[in-house]
Nanobody, 127 residues
Framework: QVQLVESGGGSVQVGRSHRLSCALR????????LAWFRQPPGKEREGVAR???????LYAGAVDERFFISEDRATNTLTLEMNKVKPEDTAIYYC?????????????????????WGQGTQVAVSL
């Protein structure tokens, strides 16, 4: 089993930067894919960014070139650097982990590709 614990949520002003972290616990050696998803108010959960093999990344178009995902297997931490935040970035952000390496090669951020989820952390972007 794998447990994921997000931290770093809070209120952020438009245009500023913010960082989210996710601590990985348990059988982390089984994890081949890590990602961030988010659920804006009143909307479906959507993919934000994914990382595999330490550096192979995929970003949603809405955050490309503003957000950056990284992982540190030495500390078992997943990070999301959020830059130039916009009001539409307001959401609950979830950390996700997947076992299937093949699914992690598909050029799509799909919630079904991930077996383990954190509880989420709220980010609110204010003017």
């Amino acid at each position: 089993q794998v447990q994921l614990v997000e931290s770093g949520g809070g209120s952020v002003q438009v245009g500023r930067s913010h960082r989210l972290s996710c601590a990985l616990r348990g059988d982390v050696s089984s994890i081949n894919c890590l990602a961030w998803f988010r659920q804006p108010p009143g909307k479906e959960r959507e993919g934000v960014a994914r990382i595999r093999e330490g550096s192979l990344v995929l970003y949603a178009g809405a955050v490309d070139e503003r957000f950056f995902i990284s992982e540190d297997r030495a500390t078992n931490t997943l990070t999301l650097e959020m830059n130039k935040v916009k009001p539409e970035d307001t959401a609950i952000y979830y950390c996700a982990a997947g076992i299937d390496a093949k699914l992690c090669r598909i050029q799509e951020l799909d919630t079904h590709h991930f077996q383990f989820w954190g509880q989420g952390t709220q980010v609110a972007v204010s003017l």
